[in-house]
């Protein structure tokens, strides 16, 4: 089975930046994935990490530790359109490489 | 990008009535897609996995004579969702993912269900 673990809820400043962080357990690692999904909607594609390192995608970077089974979300410049939930899932080939989320990270970002 | 749709995107039924809900993938062959379930400030939950022209097979905990799940061709599965009761309200949401590309599940807009 799997175990995927990130915070309830984070609050954070216009401006700012906020790392949400995700550690996880699997027996068969094929890749983690962030996704923002806000309130009634469905998720959406940000980032996807399967070798160890930071990938940088504008204002939005992921980073991975395979060996921690660690993974942070880092969102810099926040905006108040960034006030949503934030899912890390983690693929596994031994499971047909299925995605299994965590429960979510909900950001709110106040002015 | 790959596009995904669901539909309707909301519903409202009588407990005890049915329900169909479509998820297509329009621009992509999607040999497998996946069904979630969604309760209030709660993650994802896979429901099912279906693969085309095979039975869908499903997570622990999810009644498939309930849950009926159909993937007749490469751009579209089906989730019939019976007898329904004010238990099943949640938000349905698909994903698909592609021949040529296992990389990536694409997510439609999701379906919200009112059972009353």
């Known amino acids: 089975g799997q175990n995927i673990d990130q915070p309830t809820e984070m609050t954070a400043t216009e401006g700012a930046i906020v790392q949400i962080n995700c550690t996880y357990q699997t027996s068969g690692f094929n890749g983690l994935f962030w996704y923002q999904q806000h309130a009634g909607e469905a998720p959406t594609f940000l980032s996807y990490n399967v070798l160890d390192g930071l990938e940088e995608k504008g204002r939005f970077s992921s980073f991975l530790s395979r060996s921690k089974g660690y993974s942070y979300l880092l969102l810099k410049e926040l905006q108040m359109k960034d006030s949503a939930s934030y899912l890390c899932a983690v693929r596994d080939n031994n499971a047909g490489n299925m995605l299994t989320f965590g429960g979510g990270t909900r950001l709110m970002v106040k002015p | 990008g790959a596009v995904v749709s669901q539909h309707p995107s909301w519903v409202i039924c009588k407990s005890g009535t049915s329900v169909k809900i479509e998820c297509r993938s329009l621009d992509f062959q999607a040999t497998t897609m996946f069904w979630y379930r969604q309760f209030p400030k709660q993650s994802l939950m896979l429901m099912a996995t279906s693969n085309e022209g095979s039975k869908a097979t499903y997570e622990q905990g999810v009644e498939k004579d309930k849950f009926l799940i159909n993937h007749a061709s490469l751009t579209l599965s089906t989730l019939t969702v019976t007898s329904a009761h004010p238990e099943d309200s949640s938000f349905y949401i698909c994903?698909?993912?592609?021949?040529?590309?296992?990389?990536?599940?694409?997510f439609g807009p999701g379906t919200r269900l009112t059972v009353t």
């Open positions: 994903s698909a993912r592609g021949t040529a590309n296992t990389y990536e599940q694409y």
